[in-house]
């Protein structure tokens, strides 16, 4: 395993959570459904989910919750982006991405 391209992946994962953070504090639920908004927490998400996909080539054991759900989540957003619903977006930001950050910060601090 490359530790070294492993974090660079783990780092982008938290680049991608705190610009997604940063550009909804304060947004309603409600919110989620102007462009801007979808538009962010979407490429957020796939750049999340890309780097999950390379983190799991590179360390398949790797324990992150849900890391098989957010690279479905970014298929989904790809491929049927028509369907999405925003309160999806809206719980992906407030209830998964802590989850995620925080395990993905505990990984970094212990290399």
Do not use: F
């Not at 957020?44 to 989910?49: D, K, S």
């Not at 890309?50 to 054991?61: C, N, T, V, Y």
């Amino acid at each position: 395993m490359e530790v070294n391209k492993l974090n660079k992946h783990l780092e982008e994962i938290l680049i991608a959570i705190n610009n997604v953070e940063r550009s909804t504090k304060g947004v309603q639920a409600q919110q989620y459904d102007q462009y801007e908004i979808s538009w962010i927490v979407e490429r957020g998400v796939e750049i999340i989910a890309e780097a999950m996909k390379r983190i799991l080539l590179l360390d398949p054991g790797i324990q992150i919750t849900n890391a098989q759900k957010i690279i479905s989540t970014r298929n989904k957003i790809t491929h049927e982006y028509d369907v999405i619903d925003n309160y999806q977006l809206y719980l992906i930001v407030t209830k998964y991405l802590p989850i995620l950050k925080a395990e993905v910060e505990t990984i970094l601090n212990s290399k």
